[in-house]
């Protein structure tokens, strides 16, 4: 069995390659072997899994995935982040043939080597919504996950409606799965230390509400319905429905004095279904 990294050795890799931990990439690495293993357990990590992770950084949740996955599969922006991991790994008692890097951006990725079965990861805080709603669109194969996130991010994703939370990613990651919240993580075993909390989201995959087609037309709504969030539907979506949207927002039994913040995906695909009418 292999060994996970400690805060003096994350810390004396990135020196030896000259990582200096960016905001600009939202890099924070962990740097708690407990806090990995905390979250690869909330996760359901099987060893049949293949295990996707975003964003590996230095290494840190990456070993304790290979201390229970089949195999790991890493998509990494930072071409020295790539690189190095790999030889950490071996250095570190695991296979790294069950160990496939892919030196991208998370938010181009298309294809994987592997089809992966679970998603975890530290996601970079400027960009984690974006990532988790374009892995869940592009591969299906996953079927649960957790993410750790910044803690007003995971409000966002896991709130109802009503709440001051909810808003067009809480309604779009409901598209594909079902989420909540999975605790907080200290900010003590980040480095460097950010200046908000974290928290991490699981979630668990159903079938999509729809086709592809009808989710292109339904995000459209719910963008235009967020975007001025304090406007009555019948003003927010005017432009979508070229000035008639009152009649189109009733006729999907919708009361057009609602607000998007009040309604559930269910109520987005019905005003979707008459936009394409």
Known sequence: MGT?????EIREIAARIGVNPTKKLGQNFVVDANTCRRIVKIADVRSD????????GLGSLTLALLEIAASVVAVEIDKRLADELPITVASHG??????????EDALTTQTLPAEPTVLVANLPYNVSVPVLLHFLEKFPT????????????????????GSKSYGSPSVKATWWADL????????QVFWP??????????????????????????????????????????SALSQLFSGEAEQAILSAGIAP????????????????NTLEQ
């Open 49 to 56: 899994d293949v295990a996707l992770e975003i964003g590996p």
């Open 4 to 8: 996970l990294l400690g805060a003096a």
């Open 94 to 103: 695991f296979d790294v043939d069950r160990l496939h890097v892919q030196n």
């Open 257 to 272: 004095t609602a607000r998007g913040e009040t309604l559930l995906l269910r109520d987005f695909i019905a005003i979707a």
């Open 142 to 161: 996953i079927r649960s996950g957790v993410v750790m996130v910044q803690s007003e991010v995971a409000d966002r994703l896991v709130a109802v409606p």
């Open 193 to 234: 230390t950010p200046n908000v909390d974290s928290s991490l989201v699981r979630f668990v995959r159903h079938d999509p509400a729809g086709s592809e087609r009808e989710r292109q037309v339904t995000f459209r709504v719910i963008d235009a319905a967020f975007a001025q969030r304090r406007k009555m539907l019948r």
């Open 180 to 187: 909540t919240g999975a605790g907080n993580v200290g900010r």
